[in-house]
């Protein structure tokens, strides 16, 4: 781990560059926070988590990332309103590439704050459940459902829904099937390529209700969120964020299998009056220009490219 004063630079460099950035946005009167949200106790709860999170090869995140990723993602969970203490989201590297990740709590967050939802519940729906619903104006209006206590059963989902309220009856559902939820699921790295249902034992698995209900609320949210005015710091930030971790990923992806090219060499004996003159004729190995340039690729940047006004992209459901 970085040593002090290397930590020290670094937070110069990021969390105060970014704490600067958030009062701009503030005395522009571009961006308001929620009366209960301090960004301050965000990014020191933020700090206190980076110095310990490290990435799949057990290094730290702080010394592989590079600085105007670990700036951000900070920024990206301040815009949000969110707090990783309060389990709203979570860092992730990809690479050198560091990226904050709404949790389904965070999602809720932003969609109270955004769209002034009063309340936000899901519910599962198991085999032998009776649920009845409206279609108006292609919507589902007046969903009721009745559940036995006898059905609740992992094994026995069939389904998800999200009731977003807003008040004076104006109430939003999201409703999923199991086959809607596994396909959604499908689209992680965790699961196979021709995976048909949860790999016994995995997480999806053991807590298959959870799954289900983070799954339809996550939906929910961002198809909501998606029809409100994206024209705010908030908005946009959040759209921003979701394609930062896609950009983060595919390069991931693409450097993984480069990693995986190699030759394939054949070693034969010689006899011991021949060896000089096989070294004469063999050819020296080429120079490791790739590792030489991607040495390059990694050094730090002088001057931080911190986003100020994120481009207008849409959220994937």
């Given amino acids: 781990m970085a040593n002090n004063n290397q930590l020290a630079l670094i ?75 309060k389990k709203q989201g979570y860092f992730i590297v990809y690479g050198n590439q560091l990226t904050f990740q709404r949790s389904y709590f965070g999602t809720m967050a932003v969609t109270k704050r955004v769209a002034d939802a009063k309340n936000i519940d899901a519910a599962v ?46 109430v939003y559902t999201e409703l999923m099937t199991i086959d809607d939820l596994r396909k959604a699921w499908s689209k992680a790295q965790f699961w196979g390529k021709d995976q048909a249902k949860e790999k016994k034992g995995s997480t999806h ?34 759209n921003k964020q979701d394609e930062r971790i896609d950009e983060a990923q595919a390069q991931q992806e693409i450097s993984e299998n480069a990693n995986k090219d190699y030759i394939d060499v054949e070693y034969s004996e010689v006899q011991e009056e021949s060896q000089q003159k096989s070294k004469q004729a063999v050819e020296p190995a080429p120079e490791k220009e790739t590792e030489s340039n991607a040495e390059q690729s990694q050094e730090e940047p002088k001057q931080m490219t911190l986003d100020e006004q994120p481009a207008d992209n849409g959220v994937p459901f």
């Avoid at 292609?138 to 807003?166: M, P, T, W």
């Fill in 11 to 85: 937070k110069k460099d990021t969390v105060d560059v970014v704490a600067t950035k958030v009062k701009q946005f503030q005395e522009a009167g571009e961006l308001h926070f929620p009366a209960n949200y301090s960004p301050e106790n965000a990014m020191k709860s933020a700090w206190l988590i980076l110095q310990n999170t490290v990435d799949r090869n057990k290094k730290p995140a702080l010394e592989v990332c590079t600085k105007d990723s670990v700036a951000n993602a900070l920024l990206d969970m301040v815009v949000q309103g969110l707090n990783p203490n």
């Fill in 125 to 170: 729906i198991y085999e032998g459940d009776e649920v009845d619903y409206e279609m108006v104006n292609g919507r589902i209006k007046n969903l009721s459902h009745k559940q036995k206590f006898g059905n609740i059963n992992k094994e026995n989902v069939i389904g998800a829904y999200c009731i977003i309220d807003f008040g004076n009856d104006d």
């Fill in 205 to 238: 698995d053991e807590f298959k209700q959870e799954m289900a209900k983070k799954t339809v609320i996550n939906r929910a949210c961002k198809k909501y969120l998606n029809s409100s005015d994206d024209s705010s710091l908030v908005m946009q930030h959040f």
